[in-house]
């Protein structure tokens, strides 16, 4: 079965501080992972896929299959970070996206 | 902001009752998939519609339906409802059935559904 872990519901950090979202996820096949962010008062957006090993916004995440990881990271924390991120999971085959339950971040001016 | 608009924004239903949720998909994207969102959780898959065809689903009972459309409109159709279906229901449309590609999927702003 696919599982998304986000340990922590709410992350407060100082504006300029590092920020890490953690995630872990369980799943047999070959995983695709996905950060998603949703703004106040905006609909869900897909934030970085691991398959792109992109930087978005400053933000990072690499994909640890051994420690079946994929955090999220960003060096300096800036006011308009503050939202929800869930990671996601997708198998592949097709959009089934297996959503954690996320974790507020809250950056503090 | 992305093309995907979903109807009614707001609906209150009791128990037992029927609805029907709508989902407008961003042009040309063949593929819809809906979730349902409970409060402080993160979506739940439901099913995915690819061609006006259900091509996988979650661990919803089947009284969660849905259809599709060539318009690329699509439902979400829940019989018999359970308090427990109070939640947030989202649709998000692609131009593909496959998270492999590099398509990204797009969702719409929600219906936020309360059954009394």
């Known amino acids: 079965a696919q599982r998304v872990t986000q340990p922590e519901k709410l992350l407060s950090v100082f504006k300029g501080a590092p920020v890490e979202l953690k995630c872990n996820y369980s799943?047999?096949?070959?995983?695709?992972l996905f950060w998603y962010v949703q703004y106040s008062r905006q609909r869900l957006q897909l934030l970085l896929r691991?398959?792109s090993r992109e930087s978005i916004k400053g933000f990072t995440a690499d994909l640890n299959k051994g420690e079946t990881s994929f955090h999220l990271k960003k060096p300096f924390a800036q006011e308009e970070d503050s939202a929800m991120y869930y990671c996601?999971?997708?198998?592949?085959?097709?959009?089934?996206?297996?959503f954690g339950t996320g974790t507020k971040l809250q950056v503090i001016p | 902001e992305t093309g995907v608009t979903q109807s009614p924004t707001h609906l209150i239903k009791t128990r037992g009752q029927q609805v029907t949720l709508r989902c407008s998909s961003q042009?040309?994207?063949?593929?819809v998939s809906w979730y349902q969102q409970a409060l402080g959780q993160g979506p739940q898959f439901i099913f995915q519609y690819y061609r006006e065809e259900e091509n996988g689903r979650g661990n919803f009972p089947p009284r969660f339906s849905g259809l599709q459309f060539p318009n690329y409109s699509s439902e979400l159709n829940v019989n018999a409802l359970e308090l427990d279906d109070s939640a947030l229901y989202l649709c998000a449309s692609s131009l593909s059935v496959s998270t492999s590609t590099r398509e990204t999927q797009y969702f719409g702003p929600g219906t936020r559904l309360l059954v009394l």
């Open positions: 799943y047999s096949g070959s995983p695709e």
């Open positions: 042009s040309g994207h063949n593929t």
């Open positions: 996601a999971l997708g198998s592949g085959g097709y959009q089934k996206v297996t």
């Open positions: 691991h398959i």
